[in-house]
């Protein structure tokens, strides 16, 4: 949701998921982003 140049809305945010999401990835040195993964089990397997 726009709320003006430079202001913004985040549902996500408001809500401590992005945090949240943080916290696991960090603890557990797995991303959370689909393309995070996919890179980070590519680097893993050796799959170019």
């Known amino acids: 949701m726009k709320l003006g140049p430079g ?5 996500k945010r408001a809500l401590g998921v992005t945090s949240f999401k943080r ?3 960090k ?4 991303p959370t982003s689909r393309s995070g ?3 980070k089990f590519g680097r893993f397997f050796k799959i170019r």
């Not at 603890?27 to 797995?30: C, E, L, P, Q, Y």
């Open 37 to 39: 993964r996919q890179a």
């Open 23 to 25: 916290k696991i990835a």
């Open 7 to 11: 202001l913004s809305f985040s549902w």
């Open 27 to 30: 603890a557990t040195g797995i």
